[in-house]
């Protein structure tokens, strides 16, 4: 899984209504890719605490 690098959301973070389109739709769709890791990560976290603490039976 990669996230979005410190780097990567300052860039998103200084684009603005004079930037490029193409570098906004790029940022719109690195941000969703992010968020869709985000997603999977914490339904696999919940999954495992809910496997731990023995409320979901397996």
Known sequence: ???LTP??????RGLGPAS???DCWTAV???L??????L???AEAAEELATWT???AL
């Open 29 to 31: 769709q690195d941000l």
């Open 7 to 12: 780097e990567r959301l300052s860039e998103i």
């Open 1 to 3: 899984m990669s996230e």
């Open 54 to 56: 023995g409320s979901l």
């Open 40 to 42: 999977r990560a914490n």
């Open 33 to 38: 890719r992010d968020r869709e890791q985000l």
């Open 20 to 22: 490029d389109p193409i």
